[in-house]
């Protein structure tokens, strides 16, 4: 089985990553598209250690589709942690031979840990508008397997993640909940950027809504992304 985990920035994709990778089943990859998108020149802003990130990955769009789709593993499932804003000028096809799953985040949570790295992060940096497309594309071929609201899963990330395994098809794994401190060996080479919080992190943390009102630059920002989150909720496993 291989599972694409369609994230935005800014979530809690790589503390789930680290979830799965605590399965004897699971071989986790993290963003295989990011030096793809890159190379793209669609980024209209800079992203910490891009040339690194650029020699680090393959930047053939093809070639990383093949491989996510039948490459070698060892473990009989695959995670990949993906942004959808990476999925830029792709044939689409082969998501049809994937489970996919959509993870979002309330947009002004999202924004304001965004702008925390980048200070002006627009609407398509936080990939909310390919996230609705995404999600109507693989409602329609019959391959959305579960949306996920970060919200949600960590006010009970047993129960999210018991429900989401059931639709995967697969057991849930009580070790799922927990994970050592530090990095892995599966971290890109932009977590030295991007990680610090999950790599002191054992686990889920509680949820914190943000205390800080948004600065005024960002406001418009989330005022368009308001209806796009509302309509992505609403197939959102919630918690209990």
Known sequence: MRINLW??????STALMYSFAQRSDTTVV???LYAYYLSRQVAQV??????EILKSQSTDAEEVVREMVSGASERPVVFFKQMTHHLVEMDLDFLEKMENVMLIRD????????????????????????QLELVHYLEAIGKLTAVLDAKDLLMNPAHVLTELCRRLGIPFDER??????GARPEDGVWAKYWYSTVHHSTGFQPYQA????????????????QPLYAELYHHAIKAP
């Not at 947009?107 to 390919?130: C, W």
């Not at 799922?176 to 401190?181: G, I, R, T």
Request: overall charge negative.
């Open 210 to 225: 943000p205390l800080d009102a948004l600065p005024p630059h960002l406001e418009d920002v989330a005022e368009k992304c």
């Open 176 to 181: 799922m909940l927990n994970w050592e401190a």
């Open 7 to 12: 994230s935005s920035p800014r979530n809690v």
């Open 30 to 32: 993290d963003e295989p």
């Open 107 to 130: 947009h002004r949570a999202m924004l304001f840990s965004y702008a925390k790295v980048i200070p002006n992060p627009t609407i398509r940096d936080l990939g909310i508008e390919q």
């Open 46 to 51: 800079a992203h910490p250690g891009e040339t």
